[in-house]
């Protein structure tokens, strides 16, 4: 992380109390437990090692897609010895097992369970064509774009029908629009899968798209 960056983070903080339009009440918990690891396929058995204490699990798929196998193998195929996986499922201590019920992230790079924002992340979108990331804590946005130097926002969120979500910000000479939605999306440059489509509209009126995918600080 840069020092530039690292300061934008930090200043995070001041926006506390700028989020709006949330929902007063609380939405019940998803079923399942929710787990980051490294996800292997041997003789056809996906393995997740989580980065927690616990022991290695034998994991199947109860996703609606039914395709996690294919999924990982695709993945693995492009020369990743293991992936880091972000899933929820149940849980079976005793036979150390893991029906996956939804997969949030699958991908062949990154800092993996080393992501020291994750816990307090609430969403982290990106895209390609020109590059741009936004990360979202309950604090504020950071904006990152290709060539341009960082910004960190407030921004207000508003739930849509389907399961969408919208954040905007109107601050400090910038305009911003992110529209999530549930659907599965990959990557097109690291072939990671997230599962969220994501849509960005700038104050010079493009509209960027690219991938996303809920933190640790959001138990959707």
């Known amino acids: 992380m840069t020092a530039a960056r690292a300061l934008l983070l930090a200043l995070l903080p001041l926006f506390a109390g700028c989020q709006s339009l949330f929902s007063a009440s609380t939405p019940p918990l998803p079923a399942g437990e929710r787990l980051q690891g490294a996800l292997t396929l041997h003789d056809g058995q996906l393995q997740l090692r989580p980065c927690s204490s616990l022991p290695p699990l034998k994991v199947s ?12 193998s695709a993945l693995l195929d492009d020369g990743n010895p293991q992936l880091f996986a972000d899933v929820r499922g149940a849980l079976d201590l005793q036979q150390t097992t893991l029906a996956v019920s939804r997969v949030y992230r699958l991908q062949g790079e990154g800092p993996g369970c080393a992501d020291a924002n994750f816990p307090r992340l609430i969403v982290r979108a990106s895209g390609h064509e020109p590059g741009w990331s936004v990360m979202i804590n309950r604090e504020g946005l950071l904006l990152e774009r290709q060539g341009e130097p960082a910004v960190a926002l407030p921004y207000l969120e508003e739930q849509l029908p389907e399961g969408r979500l919208a954040f905007s910000s109107e601050a400090n000479q910038q305009q911003l629009q992110l529209w999530l939605t549930p659907q599965r999306c990959q990557d097109s440059a690291s072939g990671a899968l997230s599962h969220l489509r994501a849509q960005l509209r700038l104050d010079d009126g493009r509209l960027l798209r690219g991938c996303a995918y809920y933190g640790g600080a959001r138990n959707d």
């Open 61 to 72: 798929d109860a996703t609606a897609a039914g395709d996690l196998k294919e999924a990982t």
